[in-house]
């Protein structure tokens, strides 16, 4: 099947939610649906758009992977709560780091988060739970990007195994597949959703674990969580596209009481962008730079060095993973 | 022995050489002194004034450790050979890149260049030559840095496990021991040496290995050493303290010809400093670092990023090793 983009110029928001409200409610029907909310703009706006259409017969969990920005899980549950749209908390950190410990191959440490959130965790809920139906937030991009053999995300059924509806009965609902990032985030406002929301730069889907070059461990991601909580307030204000704290596996050298320490390094990378196919680093003035450094350095335990991305994509990438 | 600075605003350039020229003449007499020339400023300036003082009795060496800046060896001997003053190179580099083999930690690299250095190649041509007098460019700071317990450089004696005049018979001649770096750049400049040379930033004394993370091997040396050429073209101008090139271990995600390629990584430093013991990252416009990014990544084969290190020494410090 041919899914055709609808552009953000011809996009009527209430047209949009009302027509996909009501696909999903005839396709649900008496059924029961559910989703995972990661609380970034794609699932938000599908999260929001099923509730509408399908009140109590969609049920909506947040898988907390240990993976997560400070205070999220917690902050999003809330968040949502105050909407009128309950969201159960899945408690899978000990599976997530449990598969991670040891993998220090960026593909190998990909693939073990895709596996236990689709096989294990998500998995497990679906099957559970009885639904006949999982809700996704799958993108206009996504699609292109998975034609292109470039990522392969939000694709469910392929990656739980499940090939055809007739084969194990479940069926997929993506109301926002023809959409673009920019478009979603017009119909998440449209939804109700605040601007925390729908104007929340990207964020990758292994979440910090993309943040950390080499293995995965609680320490580490406690590191690159404290380094990402700096570099989001600092540079919230930036308006750019996406911004980023990377912890390198590299040691480096650095004083610490007047003596030589192999320390860590954080890298920042802050980026200009329409769509994340090209971008460019921001030109942050210098006093931003070294505040930066200041802080990752100062509050956060081992750090003695901070490196600020200079390559535009291509032929960097946004993430470092 | 206690040794008195001569501070920079007390130094009479031409009575200091006469004076020292003086102390060595007298110092060898009718023996041998040998000493190796780097290239570096200190180097430069105590084989000038070795020459100048004692002529045919001093032989001077460059070794070739296979570590060394693009066209370095070939430059530095013509150029001191255009001022009159032969030195002979010593090929090891394959002791060097043979002893490095298989290290990554820092320090284990680290003394295995000074292991190779003093005993194996330097040692070898000290006893070979029959020579009495090791002439070394030894500075003031270096006094101080030891002492300190930061960093034991120069002091060849001990290196050599030589203890005492009366044990082995070798005197060590340290005509710089009471400047420092600023000092002997104006006495350099007095010696009739060019400004390439006394006005050269410093550079370590293990060379490239020094800028490379991880283990150090001929093709990783050639990767960081055409970023180091690159780096010092595009910011001689820059009139910083320091510049340079840092090749890391860690790989990063980067896209050649359309497809996801894990990468090599460079980051670039620059430093405002009046003497190396603090320092800040110069503010260079972001025109020079994307245009540094650009012919890093275009010209040095498998380089996919590049950053600039934004933190002050301390808690950093110059050189990432």
């Keep these: 099947m041919e899914i055709r983009e609808i552009r953000i110029e011809n996009l009527d928001t209430q047209d949009f939610i009302r027509k996909k409200a009501s696909e999903l409610s005839s396709a649900v029907g008496d059924g029961l649906a559910v989703n995972a909310l990661s609380g970034g703009v794609d699932s938000s706006a599908a999260t929001m758009l099923g509730h509408r259409a399908l009140g109590d017969k969609l049920k909506t969990y947040f ?7 400070a205070g999220e899980p917690e902050r999003i549950v809330a968040l949502f709560a105050g909407l009128g749209v309950p969201v159960k908390i899945v408690d899978a950190r000990d599976q997530f780091l449990g598969a991670l410990k040891g993998l220090t191959d960026p593909e190998e440490k ?11 965790v998500f998995g497990r809920i679906v099957k559970d739970s009885g639904a006949k139906y999982l809700l996704q937030g799958t993108n206009y991009t996504d699609v292109e990007e998975t034609v292109a053999g470039i990522k392969r995300q939000h694709n469910i059924l392929e990656q739980l195994g499940i090939d055809t509806q007739e ?6 609902l993506e109301p926002l597949i023809q959409l673009r990032k920019s478009a979603i985030r017009k119909v998440a406002n449209a939804l109700g959703l605040p601007e925390e929301i729908y104007g929340r730069p990207p964020f990758p889907g292994p979440a910090l674990a993309a943040r950390v070059i080499g293995e995965v461990t609680p320490e580490r991601v406690e590191t ?15 308006r750019a596209f996406q911004y980023l704290a990377i912890l390198h596996q590299d040691r480096v050298t650095g004083i610490r009481d007047g003596k030589r320490d192999y320390g860590l390094q954080i890298e920042v990378r802050c980026w200009e962008s329409k769509d994340a196919k090209e971008g460019s680093p921001t030109r942050l003035p210098y006093e931003l730079l070294e505040k930066l450094s200041e802080r990752l350095t100062g509050e956060v335990p081992g750090v003695v060095s901070v490196t600020y991305n200079v390559t535009r994509k291509p032929p960097s990438t946004i993430e470092a993973i």
């Design 224 to 238: 690159v969580r404290k380094a990402t909580t700096i570099v989001e307030e600092e540079l919230s204000g930036s």
């Design 167 to 172: 084969q194990y009965g479940y069926k997929v």
């Design 110 to 120: 990909r693939e073990a988060i895709t596996r236990v959130f689709y096989r294990d």
């Design 63 to 69: 898988v907390e992977n240990g993976l997560m920005r």
